[in-house]
């Protein structure tokens, strides 16, 4: 699973920040990641240790994310 840079503590400020025109990198740990470089992900969040709230399907162009798709 993949992470936003910016840890959004819920799915709306995420679409907030996406909206603010705000710079939110993907990443994702472990032996899949660390990059997210282009095309659909899927993320959640928050990240650990906080327990995962919520989920979110975005478009990543070159590791940032350009729209949240679902």
Known sequence: MA???TNP????????SIKAG?????FQ???FGPEVKD???????PHYPKPHRWYA????NDGVIVK???
């Open 3 to 5: 992470y936003a840079s």
């Open 9 to 16: 503590p819920t799915k709306k400020a995420l679409r907030e």
């Open 22 to 26: 705000d710079r939110i990198e993907v």
């Open 29 to 31: 740990p472990g032996p």
């Open 39 to 45: 095309g659909p992900v899927t993320i959640e969040g």
């Open 57 to 60: 399907r975005v478009i990543v």
């Open 68 to 70: 949240l798709v679902g």
